[in-house]
Each structure stands twice: as structure tokens, then as C-alpha cells.
């Protein structure tokens, strides 16, 4: 069964949808307002901090999947150039880093304009998405930040696919 044949046809709110995803997932998640949720979701490289937050106003789901980084000053030029090239690859949201806060940020905006409803699979995607993108890019921030290699060069370690296990 489908996670959205879970739910019936009135009209439920996009909060409530990601609450039970979460439940249904066991990912650890704190109903913050009655428009905003945040939980942690484990990946193979780090777990990830995921807010989503409901905006009547303009009718959007906003997604907010964040980790930690902390770039020394001097990475940062190579760390923005990066990012361009990581966000010319990513077609559904976006990569930033907030330096104050020191997080490595992925930003999702679904419109649900005119009443839209969005469905529990098409959240799960958008979620697992995020999840997706911050893992295939990990490794190439870290080589960047951190193993001294060039933006490019990270970056094809992002674009490289691999077949198979060991």
C-alpha cells in the first residue's frame, strides 16, 4: 500500500502528513507549531537535522535539511564556488551555507497554490530527495574543506557514480 492510500480524501494539513511519515519512518521529530516540524534523519555520512515548516500565506511547504560545518575563512571562496557547481546539478532545490549559524544547508519550496493538497509519497520524495542530495555532495565539501582539493576536483567525486559494492 501506498503511503498516501493511508489517507483519505478531506483535506489534511501538510504538518500532519509529515508527522506520520515520520512516525511511519521512526525518524525522532518534534512537532514544533502547529505549521512546523523538525526531525533528524540518519544517513550513511551523517545524520541530518530536517525542518519542514507550512505557510498559509503563499501556500508553500518549506523544507529546510541542515548539517553542521566549519570551514576555515580561508575555504570559503572555494567552498561558494563549489556550491554553484553543486546547484547547477541539483533541479529541485538548493544548496547554501550559513556562515553565522555554520550550517550546510538544502532549501525545498513545494507551492500548493489554489488548495492544492500535496500527497504523504510526494513529501516522502521530497524528503528522501534532500536526504539524497546532502549525501552525494558530503564527500566532495569535505574534500574541499578539508583535503585540500579544488572545486572542480571535489566535485567529481559528486558527479562519479559507482557501480557496486565492495
Not at 537535522?49 to 511547504?61: K, M, P, R
Not at 497554490?113 to 521530497?126: E, K, L, N, P
Not at 546532502?134 to 574534500?143: D, F, I, S, T, V
Request: proline share 3%; aromatic share 12%.
Amino acid at each position: 500500500m501506498a503511503l498516501s492510500e493511508q489517507f483519505l480524501e478531506d483535506e489534511i494539513h501538510p504538518i500532519d502528513i509529515v508527522e506520520h511519515l515520520a512516525e511511519h519512518h521512526e525518524w525522532d521529530f518534534d512537532r514544533i507549531a502547529d505549521d512546523q516540524i523538525a526531525m533528524a534523519v540518519e544517513g550513511q555520512w551523517r545524520t541530518y537535522s530536517i525542518t519542514l515548516a507550512w505557510s498559509g500565506y503563499d501556500e508553500t511547504l518549506r523544507m529546510v535539511c541542515t548539517f553542521e560545518m566549519e570551514p576555515p575563512e580561508e575555504k570559503l571562496g572555494g567552498l561558494y564556488e563549489l556550491l554553484n557547481h553543486v546547484n547547477d546539478q541539483c533541479w529541485a532545490g538548493s544548496f547554501t551555507y550559513w556562515a553565522e549559524q555554520k550550517l550546510m544547508v538544502y532549501r525545498y519550496g513545494l507551492v500548493l497554490s489554489g488548495g492544492q493538497m500535496a500527497s504523504a509519497d510526494q513529501i516522502d520524495t521530497m524528503i528522501g530527495a534532500a536526504v539524497m542530495s546532502a549525501e552525494r555532495y558530503y564527500p566532495a565539501l569535505q574534500l574541499l574543506v578539508w583535503g585540500d582539493r579544488t572545486p572542480k576536483d571535489a566535485m567529481q567525486v559528486a558527479i562519479a557514480e559507482a557501480y557496486g559494492r565492495a
